[in-house]
């Protein structure tokens, strides 16, 4: 199987496993926050970003360096096993005795006791992060996606019956837990590997050389996404912080099932091309797959979101459902920025990786405490705009590795952007004028149908000849069983 058949198939595998995972955890979410406050939400949500960051620093970049590396060794894998669990025990012990504290001192006491007992998916994460590295270099996506839907599926009836028998906020700390521990059993007993007891003191300084930036790329890059959150929980309150998140977690649930399993596949693509250039062109061939699918959904998502948020989750997250559709209007530069950070960590450039990660950090520092004191909404919207902001700088720092002009990339993702905007626009005047009066489900229905009817228009008669290209490259991409479908497609636009 050459590397674009392995590339379709493991996104393919990548989507079902998100699909499942996000669906499960949003129904459980779902019937949390119907029953929880939205105090509590808040509380859980911070605990959550805790985890979030302190599992980046227990895999340290060493899954990727596991992933980029040529050749599999055994005395470089044992290495970066220890490393791991190293790693692990030490932000354990932190986050228990340091961050914890620190949480109930500047937060909320209450919140203590829940990232405490989350802080037992660090050692968990530590001990299957080279597995789990193994498994993505030899495109066993399959794997992952099982474990991922397996693992979803059992902590997610687990979490329900918590939930509907009094635990409150624990039913998701016990779900996260139980996730986790399925998964790390899973993913060892499937690598097929174990570490042995030899250990390279020159392995160990090669892995961290690469691995360091990379990995203060991410926690800086973890940070400046959620510092919006981080923000508004500290002064604003955990309340604000849970309507936040709630207009946050279906774009979380999107992302997850749209945009994850293309970044999950595409660094184990990239690593295994070895000229820069085609690394650049099988780039760009992926950006826009991605923008044809992606933007439309997102854009059609900032369309929905009051509909959305009060069918799912009742009329109290009203204030949920602003936050959702202003988020949703910044995810389409993401798309194209979570792809150059792929592309520019699988050429070794981890340090530019890191240097855009700082920059989104600062950004959104700036933003963030400019729009805090504006609300809710107006902190939405901030975080949208300097996701247009930092692509610019993305786009600087591939074109500076590649010799790929800015415009270039723009010009690809143009099309699919425009005619989203155009479905976006088309979808607020119905919502004036056709839906206002509507029950909720059938209003959504309604613009679910006229958003794919309308971005389906635009880049037929608007983009014919983009709209073409992209067809044909996405023909060349996917399984084979997908294929006819695709031509189908593409004969009854009339494109072919």
Known sequence: MNLKQNLGRSTAWMSLAASGNSVISFIIFIVLSRILSATDIGLVAFA???VEIGKLIVNAGISQAVIQRSDWDNTYASTCFYLNVFFSVIVTFLTMFVAAPLLGLYYEAQAVPILKVLSVIFFMEGLKAVHEGKLKREFSFRVIALRTIVGSLASGVLGIYLAFNGYGVWALVWQQISCQ???????????KWMPGFDYSW?????????????????IIGNIGSKIFEMLVGILMGPAA??????????LYILQDIVLKPLESTILSALSRIEHPQQQANSLMRIVRMSCYITFPIFFGAAAIGTEFITFAFGDKWAMSGYVMTALAIGIAPVVIIQQISA???????????????????????????AAIPFGLIATALAFSFRSY?????????????????IWDVLKIAAPPFVSSLIMLGALFVMKMFVTNSLPTLVAIIILCTSGAIIYALSIRLIFKHETRIFLLETIDLVPGNLKPALGNLQRLIKLS
């Open 389 to 405: 902001l930092t692509l610019f700088f993305n786009l600087y720092f591939f074109k500076r590795v590649y010799n790929f002009g």
């Open 181 to 191: 521990l399925l998964i790390t059993y899973i993913t060892i007993s499937s690598a």
């Open 202 to 218: 020159n392995y160990a300084k090669q892995i961290l050389k690469f691995s360091t930036p990379l990995t203060g790329a991410q």
């Open 241 to 250: 912080l849970g309507f936040f998140r709630v207009g946050g977690r279906a």
């Open 343 to 369: 592309v520019l960590t699988a050429s070794g450039n981890s340090h530019l990786v890191m240097a855009l990660a700082a920059i989104t950090f600062i950004t959104n520092c700036i933003f963030g405490l």
């Open 48 to 50: 959550l970003i805790v």
